[in-house]
């Protein structure tokens, strides 16, 4: 019963430790520099139009990538985030990079013999694309989330006039998200104070009651949380402050990310032609 009890308490100890106020903050990274003290709205922007930039340039183009990947790690130590962390996240990619890595084999047109293998040109600079450019808007996507916490992001994108409803799904997705993480994490609590493990087939009836009945209760509790906000007067949007206007200096300074890289782009079709 004590080690139970100890057991209890270590692994709430560990779940309450993270970077964020709940699991839609997880991912944020609290630093105190220029990315992150930028409106998120403007950061939104900049990600968008430097993959849009990066996305646009031909494959062949490498000169081009190596300096998108200096300037996103520059960016990404501006930000003070570590270069461990930037990584380890980005390894989420890794099952596109197992499917860039079989089209070579598969195609039409020109082949060529590298070693063993015999492979398709076209293929070769498809499978390329994927990885060198995807890497690029993991990476991206990465300094963005790690910089700014998911509601900043879905002020932003509110701010940037996309559909409400939209905003307002993806507000209460990320609510419920916390709500369903509350429960299990009571569940799991009151499991392990009565010294359950799961070790084999003969417990997993154990784990889908325990699956059926997390749905109901937060079903039951989300309903309750909207019964609330009806009570309170939500109608349909949630309120928020007002936002300030971004002054013409953020606006030149975030819009720096994307213009690097189209001088980098200029610079390297010039030097190729």
Known sequence: MLESLKRVRVNTQVQTHHHGHDVGERLYLHRHSIVHE?????????????????????????????????????????????????????????????????????????????????????????????????????????????????REILRGLERLRLPALMVQIASFMLRYVNVVNDEMERMKVARDSRGFEATGIKHWKVIATAAGALFIRSYERGERVHLSMLSRGYEGVLPHDEVEKSKPSAWLMVLIYPLVALVILLITTLIGN
Do not use: C, D
């Open 38 to 150: 930028t409106a998120s709205y403007l950061k939104v922007i900049a990600a968008i139009a430097f993959i849009l930039v990066a996305v646009s340039t031909p494959i062949t183009n490498w000169q081009a990538f190596i300096g998108y990947f200096i300037w996103v790690l520059t960016v990404a130590a501006i930000a003070k985030i570590p270069f461990t962390l930037l990584f380890k996240r980005a390894l989420i990619e890794i099952p596109f990079i197992f499917f860039a890595i079989l089209m070579p084999f598969f195609g039409s047109g020109e082949r060529f013999v590298a070693g063993p293998f015999n492979l398709y040109r076209e293929g070769l600079l498809a499978g390329a694309g994927i990885v060198v450019k995807g890497t690029l808007g993991v990476l991206t996507a990465i300094i963005l989330s790690t910089s700014t916490t998911a």
